[in-house]
Nanobody, 123 residues
Framework: QVQLVESGGGLVQPGGSLRLSCAASGSIFKINNMAWYRQAPGKERELVAAITNGGNTNYADSVKGRFTISKDNVKNTVYLQMNSLKPEDTAVYYC?????????????????WGQGTLVTVSS
């Protein structure tokens, strides 16, 4: 199977920066797309940013110009650089990946979620 492990969350003041990381491990054949979602208290989970295997990116309007998603294909890791953070960015951030993995003699598709990392923006 495949696991995603996130890191980099924490407490930051408004206007500050944080960098989240998400490393995929396991019997990976190929990672197609990776993304970051977030869920604030009392709200639904929403897409923050996504990146395709080819490097194409898209962002939620609320984070455009402030957040940057990138990836390291060798390390199977996706990053989210968050600048100019606002209190409304406070949420649990989840990594998501669409992967192809080895199982027995086959290659299968799987959508995987990380455990989440808390980002708190507060003075």
């Amino acid at each position: 199977q495949v696991q995603l492990v996130e890191s980099g969350g924490g407490l930051v003041q408004p206007g500050g920066s944080l960098r989240l990381s998400c490393a995929a491990s396991g019997s990976i054949f190929k990672i197609n797309n990776m993304a970051w979602y977030r869920q604030a208290p009392g709200k639904e989970r929403e897409l923050v940013a996504a990146i395709t295997n080819g490097g194409n990116t898209n962002y939620a309007d609320s984070v455009k110009g402030r957040f940057t998603i990138s990836k390291d294909n060798v390390k199977n890791t996706v990053y989210l650089q968050m600048n100019s953070l606002k209190p409304e960015d406070t949420a649990v951030y989840y990594c998501n990946a669409e992967v192809m993995y080895y199982r027995g003699g086959d290659v299968r598709a799987l959508e995987v979620w990380g455990q989440g990392t808390l980002v708190t923006v507060s003075s």
